[in-house]
């Protein structure tokens, strides 16, 4: 099963520059994965509320090999490409009216009991047998790079507004934390043509946040809290 929708890209999910920006992406990718696991009956809501547990992004590469401009046209498709026992994996392509790519994305799930806060089985939680796995349109690989944390460069508080239904900070709120360390005209100059985030812990409103800068042959980052890593990305440009 395949969720396919159109539309033009909105100013809402725009940069500076007027295209695609980096959050817009994962924002426009959040909200197709969500979508189509509802129309499956696997979506996150469901899963608390028959299931007591969660779905937890545990990594996104997404790829923009060019740019999306303001009220461009463009379709974007979602489906599941594989899963396994405790892992689900979906990915979403944008195609502009011409078939070329402008974005293409691989997110891996898992579910995690609301109780326990341990890892449950896909079965679990809805997913098996009866669940549809298209064939990938395209490949992405996702990194292999370990990047070594280095100095640290902010500091941000989880507020209201970065929390989900989930009670848990919002995954594009991390994404904005990240790109909060670029400057406008430096992102206008060389944009963001691939980021991986990778996410390793949850954290709640009021939480405080350390950003730091890794040692690495891209740009990357990570987040840690109390001197645990919550969360890191690898941003090539």
């Known amino acids: 099963m395949k969720l396919v929708k159109t539309g033009r890209l909105a ?3 725009c940069g500076a520059d007027v295209k695609l920006s980096v959050e817009g992406a994962f924002r426009l990718v959040e909200d197709m994965v969500t979508e189509l696991m509802g129309d499956q009956h696997i979506d996150g809501v469901t899963c608390m509320r028959e299931y007591n547990g969660m779905w937890v992004f545990v990594r996104n590469r997404i790829e923009m090999p060019q740019p999306l401009e303001w009220m ?16 689900l994996y979906i990915d979403t392509v944008l195609q502009k009216a011409d078939g070329s790519v402008a974005l293409k994305s691989r997110l891996e799930l898992c579910a995690v009991d609301l109780e326990t806060g341990k890892i449950r089985k896909s079965e679990s939680v809805g997913v098996g047998e009866k669940t549809p796995a298209e064939e990938p349109v395209f490949e992405i690989a996702y990194s292999k790079e370990k990047p070594v944390r280095g100095e640290m460069i902010d500091e941000v508080t989880v507020r209201p507004a970065d929390i989900d239904y989930c009670h848990h900070t919002n995954n594009v709120a991390y994404v904005r934390y990240f790109v909060n360390q670029i400057g406008v005209d430096d992102l206008i100059a060389k944009p ?4 991986e985030v990778q996410y390793a812990a949850q954290t709640h409103e009021g939480d405080r946040l350390s ?19 919550v969360v890191s990305c690898i941003i090539s440009r």
Do not use: P, Q
């Open 11 to 13: 100013a809402s999910s």
């Open 72 to 87: 461009e046209e463009y379709t974007a498709t979602s489906y599941i490409s594989s899963f396994s026992k405790i892992r």
């Open 192 to 195: 963001v043509r691939a980021i």
């Open 211 to 229: 950003v730091y800068r890794c040692e690495s042959e891209n740009e990357a980052f990570v987040i840690e809290k109390e001197g645990a890593k």
